[in-house]
């Protein structure tokens, strides 16, 4: 039985060692940070910026996209991951066509990713794959997401497994081999949500 405990907390502790955890807060209020590239699958002009806000999970800073565009995203450069997890929390703050927060994983480009989305304007949880540019829905999920209210969304993925959680509540959980291989991590919004993102987390597993 001590042996096992042993393993259990190595393995704990190997896993641990995979992961970090992004807050903006070491980030002074402005343009994106140079770690960091934005762009949008489709059109638009996206628009990323650091921020103060004093409603932040870890203050000061936010991490906020205002722009408009099909598809805003914004990915950690330099990230790598197949199987592991993302994890973001995300207040959803205003937008008229949308308003949406979602993390991606696999990115192989502006075209070429899986994400995972929460929508405080119709209330769900959705996971779709993007390829060639086209956005494809994998499963929509009924969820509460009331906006200018912190939520936390998180994806765990290995192999052709994928789940995606909502404040702790697990609301997909399928299997999809659109999309293989290690990629970048990063963040998303749709039209013209005005979002912002806080301690973004990201793993291998």
Same mark, same amino acid.
């Given at each position: 039985?001590?042996?096992?405990? !042993?393993?259990?907390?190595? !393995?704990?502790?190997?896993?641990? =060692?995979?992961?970090?955890? !992004?807050?903006?807060?070491? $980030?002074?209020?402005?343009?994106?940070?140079? /770690?960091?590239?934005?762009?949008?699958?489709?059109?638009?002009?996206?628009?990323?910026?650091?921020?103060?806000d004093p409603s932040a999970p870890s203050k000061p800073n936010v991490l906020?996209?205002?722009?408009?565009? /099909?598809?805003?995203?914004?990915?950690?450069?330099?990230?790598k991951l197949e199987n592991g997890f993302v994890e973001v929390r995300f %207040?959803? +703050?205003s937008g008229r066509e949308d308003q949406a927060g979602g993390a991606m994983?696999?990115? %192989?480009?502006?075209?070429?990713?899986?994400? =995972?989305?929460?929508? =405080?304007?119709?209330?769900?949880?959705?996971?779709?794959?993007?390829?060639?540019?086209?956005?494809?829905?994998?499963?929509?999920? $009924? =969820?509460?997401?009331?906006?200018?209210?912190?939520?936390?969304?998180?994806?765990?993925?290995?192999?052709?497994?994928?789940?995606?959680?909502?404040?702790?509540?697990?609301? +997909?959980?399928?299997?999809?081999?659109?999309?293989?291989?290690?990629?970048?991590?990063?963040?998303? /919004?749709?039209?013209?949500?005005? /979002?912002?993102?806080?301690?973004?987390?990201?793993?291998?597993?």
């Amino acid at each position: 039985m001590k042996e096992a405990c !042993i393993a259990a907390v190595t !393995i704990f502790a190997t896993s641990a =060692a995979f992961a970090e955890t !992004i807050n903006f807060d070491g $980030d002074t209020p402005g343009p994106l940070p140079n /770690t960091w590239q934005q762009g949008v699958t489709g059109n638009g002009k996206p628009r990323w910026a650091v921020k103060a806000d004093p409603s932040a999970p870890s203050k000061p800073n936010v991490l906020e996209q205002s722009g408009s565009g /099909t598809f805003p995203w914004c990915v950690l450069s330099g990230s790598k991951l197949e199987n592991g997890f993302v994890e973001v929390r995300f %207040k959803s +703050i205003s937008g008229r066509e949308d308003q949406a927060g979602g993390a991606m994983w696999r990115w %192989k480009d502006g075209d070429n990713y899986y994400v =995972a989305r929460a929508n =405080a304007l119709e209330n769900n949880v959705s996971l779709y794959h993007t390829t060639n540019g086209r956005r494809n829905t994998i499963k929509y999920v $009924d =969820a509460p997401v009331p906006k200018n209210v912190w939520h936390t969304l998180r994806v765990e993925f290995a192999g052709r497994r994928i789940k995606v959680a909502l404040d702790g509540k697990t609301y +997909i959980d399928l299997e999809d081999t659109h999309i293989s291989g290690p990629g970048a991590v990063g963040l998303w /919004t749709k039209a013209d949500s005005v /979002t912002a993102f806080d301690d973004f987390s990201y793993g291998a597993q």
